[in-house]
């Protein structure tokens, strides 16, 4: 496989961005009903906002799949349909899995008595993480005319107006009156615009050191730019709070996403060095193998612990109690492991077996950039008269010796 490491990289860090962020944020309070009601620690800690712009990765997931989109693309030797229905296949069919299987549980537990509250939570956590189904198939199935577009165009004329129409929304947000109903064009347009940039990278316009710091120092000074004008801090919804930077996306997230992919393309020469190492390499490939089935699962789990734990009648702090100070966060980071290792279990389980050889498409969850060809042996034994014909092992990587062995005579 010729890979992207770096970018491999980035998308394990994407997604441990978003399952940590969201761990971190999502308190399961334990009532004296027995029932979970959900509670932000940013409603009672605003000083931690900042944090979210490091576990707000969601940028970084959409800058990966554009580019693992447009390499699988460009190596797949079928049509285009054959290609866009292999890549939503290896993106619904985990959803489904767990569609039945959260429909499964949750019919257990109510029939074991679990409170509405609970029911209620594990149902709304369980599938608030599926939004991202949508733009990501859309912009999956146009992957071949964005790419022509950027060609053509650039990434900043292709860019520019979907800035420009997330700007208008979030102006529109702020001018109607309150509760107004706003189309959510948003959630499409303010994503295309990392996805736009993992398209241009893949086709080698991001190199170089000049163009991530073109995108690091551009983003930085639209996101104070935006702090400036009064929007809000966290990258993630507060409860609460009458503005949310995330539902929908506002410029502010399309900055920091921005900023994310600047920042990363600057970090490639770090991130291949460090993936020279043996774990940080096991773990990164892991991660990417598995990354749909993470993401989709890592809320379930968070909502099965708190609530198998809460049947034992302890109120464990981290777990069960309210997040109103610091040493509820520090709680929580002590749970973190057993999350981890849930979460590692659950995804093996779902995992399916090694297949014997990839074809077109790519899988949605790896970087897929590019199918492995088949090795070009040619050998006496199997055709010719053996007194006219050599041995000639051709790599495909290398066009020099593919050259020098087919101006061998025969």
Avoid: K
């Avoid at 991130?271 to 193998?289: E, G, I, K, S």
């Amino acid at each position: 496989m010729n890979r992207d490491r770096a970018v491999d990289a980035l998308r394990a860090y994407a997604i441990g961005g978003v399952v940590l962020g969201h761990w971190l944020v999502t308190g399961l309070v334990l009532s004296g009903d027995g029932g979970l009601h959900q509670a932000s620690p940013l409603t009672a800690l605003p000083d931690l906002a900042p944090l979210t712009w490091v576990l707000q990765t969601l940028g970084l997931f959409f800058f990966t799949a554009g580019f693992g989109s447009t390499r699988s693309l460009a190596r797949y030797r079928g049509g285009a349909g054959g290609w866009v229905a292999g890549r939503l296949r290896r993106l619904l069919l985990p959803t489904v899995a767990l569609l039945g299987v959260g429909a499964a549980v949750l019919l257990a537990a109510t029939v074991f008595g679990t409170s509405d509250d609970t029911l209620a939570v594990a149902l709304r956590l369980a599938v608030s993480p599926l939004w991202f189904l949508l733009p990501l198939v859309i912009l999956v199935a146009v992957t071949g005319p964005l790419r022509a577009a950027v060609r053509r165009w650039g990434v900043a004329r292709c860019g520019t107006p979907a800035v420009a129409l997330v700007a208008v929304a979030d102006l529109a947000v702020r001018l109607l009156p309150a509760g107004t109903d706003l189309p959510p064009v948003t959630v499409l347009v303010a994503w295309s615009v990392p996805y736009l940039l993992g398209v241009a990278h893949a086709d080698g316009r991001l190199d170089g050191r000049r163009a991530g710091g073109a995108l690091a120092a551009g983003g930085a000074v639209a996101l104070a730019a935006l702090l400036a004008l009064g929007y809000p801090v966290s990258a993630v919804g507060v409860p609460g709070a009458g503005v949310s930077n995330l539902n929908p996306p506002s410029l502010l997230v399309v900055a920091l996403a921005v900023t994310q992919v600047g920042l990363g393309l600057l970090a490639r020469p770090a991130l291949h060095r460090l993936l020279t190492r043996p774990l940080p390499a096991r773990a990164v490939t892991a991660v990417n193998r598995s990354a749909v089935r993470i993401y989709l699962w890592h809320q379930p789990v968070l909502v099965a612990v708190t609530a198998l734990t809460a049947r034992s009648g302890l109120t464990l702090p981290g777990l069960h109690t309210t997040p109103d100070d610091l040493g509820w966060v520090l709680a929580r980071c002590c749970w973190l492991p057993l999350l981890a290792a849930v979460l590692v279990t659950v995804v093996r389980i779902g995992q399916p077996g090694p297949r014997r050889r990839p074809r077109g498409g790519g899988v949605a969850d790896r970087s897929a950039e590019c199918v492995p060809s088949t090795p070009q042996v040619y050998d006496h034994r199997r055709s010719g008269r053996p007194d006219l014909q050599e041995v000639i092992a051709v790599r495909d990587s290398d066009p020099p010796s593919r050259g020098r062995a087919d101006g061998q005579s025969r």
